[in-house]
């Protein structure tokens, strides 16, 4: 077993040694090379992907995996993977092979509690699948869209999931939820293979995950992390999320970078302890979250307990159960072809763009009744969902804009 300073140090090592970001960062605060220790890290200023853009993609990249033309060398040394870019543009993160399934095994370690190996079959979803149909089978992972364009595309994409009886799924519980929806509207239903989900990519509604609940009987669990470094934390049975410490060391920042009191809320800042091709120390993300430390859950994992308070608006919101009785329904697929809800007449359509992660700018270009406090409305709505922490502020628009995030607001009658 390495330890976490020997991780620490390799990573930072290779970074100093073969990135030109952080060349010239160390050099510029340190002179001396014995200096590059776990706690000469601390002394490094935090960088997001905003600096990643600014730079240069290639800064932060090890020279080992480029040619002369600086260009990425072919190889089956290194693989590329993608984030999801929903709130901004993708970016490619590069990984040597054996730093990437060293870090992933971090995963594995977890489901393999629920029976989950890596080559159990599993669904998941994107945006558009590779094949541009509306899913796709490979290996033991179906993929399918999670542009569900009609009751024909849910059923089509329902009938090739039970017949592919899935072991597990790997998903944004919103995107499930959307799909268990419609398919019950089409008088379709999961498969009973399913031992586990685990989701992922989004903040979880506890409405969400209770619908689910009710018509997938799996234990479930919430994995944070990003493409950047993987798993940050794993939700335990007592509905904690624990740290993965041997995959990232989190601080939480604020927005200079500097570590701010635990228990505070500030930006999580992850270093990954693995990847040395595109090394990853002291990067903020765009969650907002708080870290207890000393924490002790029943569950036994003494690993800190990180909660996450705002992060990226789940890709879709169907927030109209109407037992739920608060008198207005929204309809906000963050993807904007969805054509499964049909609008009214009087539905107040907006479009919504993310100025911060708990901050939404709304801008409503149809409001035939002049409903006043629209932010509150939709405030109150999140909460009942189990989405808080989320603000809006309206604007009245008189364009809308469809290549932008939208949705409606409509008065259900109680
Ligand atoms: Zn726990």
Known sequence: MVSLKAQFERVLKSAYETTPYFNNLINEISEDEDELNA?????????????????????????????????????PRARIE????????????????????????????????????????????????????????????????????????????????????????????????????????????????????????????????????????????????????????????????????????????????SEIKEGEDGFVCVTGLHNTAMPILRYRLNDIAHIDKTFVCPCGNRNPVITIKAARMPEFLILGDPELCYGWAMYAPANKEIKLIKELPEDIAFNFIMDSLDHYDLYVYKNPNRVENIERIIEDLFIIYGLPNIKFTVHESDEYDPSKMSGILRKIDL
């Open 39 to 75: 706690d000469f890290f601390s002394k490094l200023p935090v960088f997001d992907k905003g600096t990643i853009r600014r730079t240069g993609w290639l800064n932060f990249i090890s020279g080992e995996y480029l040619d002369s033309d600086y260009r990425l060398k072919k190889g």
């Open 82 to 257: 993608t984030t999801s870019g929903t709130t901004g543009t993708p970016m490619k993160i590069l990984w040597n092979n054996n730093d990437y399934f060293s870090s992933i095994i971090n995963h594995w370690k977890f489901r393999e509690k629920f029976g989950i190996t890596p080559s159990s079959r599993y669904c998941t979803s994107l945006k558009h699948v590779p094949n541009g149909e509306a899913y796709q089978i490979e290996g033991n992972k179906l993929t399918f869209t999670s542009m569900l364009y009609s009751s024909e595309t849910v059923s089509g994409i329902l009938d090739a999931i039970n017949e592919f009886k899935p072991e597990w799924l790997f998903i944004q519980n919103s995107v499930l939820f959307t799909l268990l929806y419609w398919g019950e509207k089409v008088g379709m239903r999961f498969p009973e293979s399913v031992k586990y989900i685990e989701y992922m990519g989004e903040p979880l509604s506890g409405y969400y995950r209770k619908y689910i609940e009710k018509r997938i009987y799996a234990p479930s669990s919430n994995m944070y992390g990003c493409t950047e470094t993987n798993g940050i934390s794993y939700e335990c049975t007592y509905h904690n999320n624990h740290l993965l410490t041997d995959n990232v060391f989190v601080e939480i920042v604020d927005e200079n970078g």
